[in-house]
């Protein structure tokens, strides 16, 4: 198996041994699993047919990820690959006509299903629909795997390592993306072609920054698989519904609770494990346990384990599949009376702008009677009071006037329109 492991078994709580069988717990932990070496799947995540997925070691399954593995198609991980929030792993697609011949000259064949190499990063909402393989090929020196962000679709591509894909952006049926090549946000790429030649404007050279910026999402997700790992073999229910987040790492070091009736985390710490949605570590909310249970969708997933805390006003509404998170060393501020699509993504990280205050990047706000459409993305920007981002927008290192309105489909970085949204 190639130094992976074969999953018979998923069940409750997932905790993969590298490269040997193990016994399992009733609740459906490993048993004996050191956990420097343990992978680890959340509670909700889909798996079908579990017999054909196949993760390495150190590998991260986030909360409502879906590994939809085919009986004649499997799935495999590489070894300290994440597949985070809400990302959905097709592994059979059925082809026809031009896909089918572009997925043949590419060496897919229609039952290959969905491979990835080592440090292949599958970020919030994004998707593979198989046949497709990411991160293939030697690895150079300067390598640090593959990034495929936010929304972003690779659909029945080959990756070569050392590649990426930008927010909502995609690769479509038998194109190869070379190594050094990262996909620009919003774009679609169809055509070899257009794979190849920045001059076409859908692709750039990836840059030292990019590597920098993916090898700490892979190490810190390294130290999640560990750290959830423990937390489950110690607290099996901690792995539920509203609850600590794992602590443990350089980043998060102690294990926080959510809090309610406060966003200024003064009010008090909740733990439901049989909650339906997952709400982990330093998620702060001015509304009550009642109010967010009604106004809050499914499949949430709302998680303070890497950056915090997470300081949320009132929900006006919060779709399906809404995702909340921030990187290392920061946090998110979100006013009163927002109003969430389906599968938005908030994600917090420092701004372009500097805090006169601190001397530190500003932090991702949301402010007051904002809306968010279904499947838009905000990051690293300050989203002012009153203001819209359209449908299955980008909103990204920017600040948005009050009541400024970023049209559907619409890539708004910088401060300025970059582009449509392609497919």
Avoid at 19 to 46: L, M, Y
Avoid at 320 to 330: M, W
Wanted: charged letters at 25%.
């Amino acid at each position: 198996m190639n130094g992976s492991v074969l999953v018979a078994c998923l069940t409750a709580t997932a905790l993969v041994a590298p490269a040997r069988a193990v016994e399992r717990a009733p609740d459906g932990a490993a048993v004996g699993v050191p956990v420097e070496e343990a992978s680890f799947v959340d509670p909700t995540a889909q798996v079908r047919h579990p017999g054909s997925v196949d993760l390495a070691e150190r590998v991260y399954v986030g909360p409502f990820a879906q590994l939809l593995s085919g009986r004649r198609a499997g799935i495999g991980i590489g070894a300290e690959s994440n597949v985070q929030d809400s990302v959905r792993v097709e592994a059979l697609v059925h082809r026809r006509g031009a896909e089918e011949r572009a997925l043949a000259a590419a060496g897919l064949r229609p039952t290959d299903g969905v491979r990835t190499g080592e440090r292949v990063i599958l970020a919030h909402g994004s998707a593979v629909r198989g046949p497709a393989r990411i991160g293939v090929g030697e690895a150079a020196p300067e390598d640090s795997g593959v990034f495929v962000s936010f929304g972003a679709l690779v659909d029945g591509a080959v990756l070569e390592r050392d590649t990426g894909l930008s927010a909502l952006s995609r690769v479509g049926p038998g194109v190869v993306l070379r190594s050094g090549t990262l996909v620009l946000p919003g774009k679609d790429v169809r055509t070899q072609a257009e794979a190849d030649d920045p001059a076409l404007g859908k692709v750039r050279p990836l840059v030292e920054a990019d590597r920098l910026f993916n090898a700490a999402v892979v190490e810190v997700n390294v130290g999640l698989a560990r750290e959830y790992a423990r937390l489950a073999a110690e607290e099996p229910d901690a792995v539920r519904g509203i609850n600590v987040d794992p602590g443990g790492n350089v980043f998060d070091a102690s294990r926080d609770a959510p809090a309610v009736e406060s966003a200024l985390c003064t009010g008090p710490e909740v733990r439901d494990p049989g909650f339906r949605n997952r709400v982990i570590g330093d998620v702060c909310f001015e509304d009550d346990l009642r109010s967010l249970s009604q106004r809050m969708g499914s499949r949430i997933s709302l998680r303070a384990d890497e950056g915090g805390p997470f300081s949320v006003g009132t929900v006006r509404s919060m779709g399906n599949g809404t995702i909340f998170h921030a990187l290392e060393g920061s946090d998110l501020s979100i006013g009163n009376r927002v109003t969430y699509g389906q599968r938005v993504v908030v994600h917090g990280g420092g701004r372009p702008a500097v805090d006169p205050t601190t001397g530190v990047a500003a932090p991702t706000t949301i402010g007051n009677d904002v809306v968010l459409e279904d499947e838009s993305v905000v990051f690293r920007s300050l989203v002012r009071n009153g203001a819209v981002v359209g449908e299955r927008s980008l909103v990204v290192g920017s600040e948005l006037a009050v009541g400024q309105v970023v049209p559907d489909r619409t890539v708004y970085a910088n401060d300025a329109v970059f582009g449509p949204v392609e497919w």
